[in-house]
């Protein structure tokens, strides 16, 4: 079949090469895609939230099956165009992607139907907002409403930090418009987990349970970023966690959507924090995680091309979605300077890597034949093996093997997975 994947990360790269392990599959486009990713699937330039040209694409080229994995096409309605023009896609409909598209959708969904969160108020006034944050517990955390590239959200640790986070949401417009309304929240603490799930809107199939690390900077220092790496499976996610998951936030969650008329077929992100009361929602994404899923889809045994059919037609119940009992971990290698500016145009050199390790490009061109940097997280270096340890050794042996000018990696991914494991 002719498949089609819309973005062009790190996130898609790893989507891409999955499918390319399905023999129902026969060639991939990738739009826009980047130079690495063009080794594994024809790149076409036609941005991602590009929805009129992406269509047109589609039916000019025969396309079967489309795969829509940011966030921005799916909230402004590219699965809903596609499938109105007779390509059948996997990824949610503009009025399910709203679960990541407003944070005040989300929270008011989890307050109605009872779903574990942390409190909150809205705001869409920054006087109010102002005048709310004199007397609310420190820290707090406040947020944009809409999406912003996975960084509209800011942990205040004094009173001076959550009124300069609302101001500069609110009337700088930091975030444009998706600042113009702010969820101000109660400050959780405890292990972060992150899980993805396949769902097609009444099974709800878990992936690997991950740990993102966010922060630039080693130990946790730092601005916040898109993400320096991730591990998986993640140690705090316990057999009874992964329970009380199941039964009090996946099944409330999908049957909450489909009560609203808003049945969510797709990936849906559920970041958590394992708190002293128990596992609670911090965030949905409508999509795969990045860099989440290059750790997690390295793990997927089972042929995800036929998953994601099944995911469409809502026959996931009749699939199986197996994960190899093993480790993986992911490394990051980004432009000195980033999340801030950075230069670009440096040549990457990919030496030879083992058979457990592999890579994915999130940020490059090609340019006279050579593959340059373009971006502030160039590529994601993936390795599995039978321990945690094992496989972050191996991660960093491999981005050993990978070289650009200007290149900078966190040197900590997996250390508090490594130490919970002691516990």
């Known amino acids: 079949m002719k498949i089609m994947v819309i973005g062009g990360g790190g996130r898609e790269h790893a989507i891409i090469k999955k499918l390319n392990e399905s023999e129902q599959v026969t060639e991939i486009f990738a739009l826009p895609g980047n130079g690495g990713i063009a080794k594994d699937a024809k790149c076409v330039d036609i941005g991602a939230k590009d929805i009129p040209k992406i269509v047109e694409f589609a039916k000019e080229n025969s396309i079967e099956f489309a795969v829509v994995a940011p966030d921005d096409p799916l909230v402004l309605g590219a699965v809903d165009a596609l499938e109105d023009a007779g390509i059948p896609c996997f990824g949610p409909c503009a009025n399910a992607a709203i679960i990541e598209g407003s944070k005040v959708f989300s929270k008011n969904l989890m307050k109605k139907y009872g779903i ?185 045994e089972s042929d995800l091309f036929e998953i994601m059919k099944a995911v469409r037609e809502e026959r996931l119940s009749e699939v199986e979605v197996k994960f190899a009992d093993e480790n993986a971990c992911c490394v990051v290698l980004a432009s000195k300077g980033y999340p801030k500016a950075y230069d670009k145009g440096f040549e990457i050199k990919i030496g030879e890597l083992e058979d457990n390790a592999d890579y994915y490009i999130a940020g490059a061109k090609l340019e006279n034949g050579k593959l340059l940097t373009n971006g502030g997280r160039v590529l994601n270096v993936v390795a599995k093996a039978q321990s945690l340890e094992q496989a972050i050794s191996d991660a960093y042996k491999a981005a050993q093997s990978i070289t650009f000018d200007n290149a900078y990696c966190r040197k900590d991914i997996g250390q508090r997975a490594l130490q919970a494991l002691k516990k």
């Open 116 to 300: 574990p969160t942390a409190e909150y108020e809205v705001f869409d006034d920054m006087e109010k907002a102002l005048d709310y944050i004199k007397t609310a517990p420190i820290p707090t955390v406040i947020k944009a409403d809409g999406l912003a590239l996975g960084k509209g959200v800011i942990i205040a640790q004094t009173r001076e930090e959550a009124e300069d986070a609302v101001k500069s949401m609110m009337a700088d417009k930091i975030f444009g418009e998706s600042g113009s309304r702010v969820v101000i929240e109660e400050f959780l603490t405890g292990p972060e987990v992150s899980v993805l799930s396949f769902t097609d809107g009444k099974t709800v199939v878990p992936m690997v349970s991950s740990m993102d690390h966010k922060r630039a900077l080693d130990g946790d220092q730092g601005l916040n970023t898109g993400g320096m790496g991730t591990v998986a499976p993640n140690p705090y996610y316990t057999d009874d966690v992964a329970k009380e998951c199941m039964d009090k936030i996946f099944l409330p969650t999908i049957n909450a959507m489909a009560e609203m008329g808003r049945p969510f077929k797709g990936c849906l992100y559920f970041g958590l924090m394992i708190t002293e009361k128990g596992p609670k929602v911090i965030e949905y994404n409508c999509r795969f995680g990045d860099p989440e899923t290059q750790v997690v889809l390295p793990l997927l």
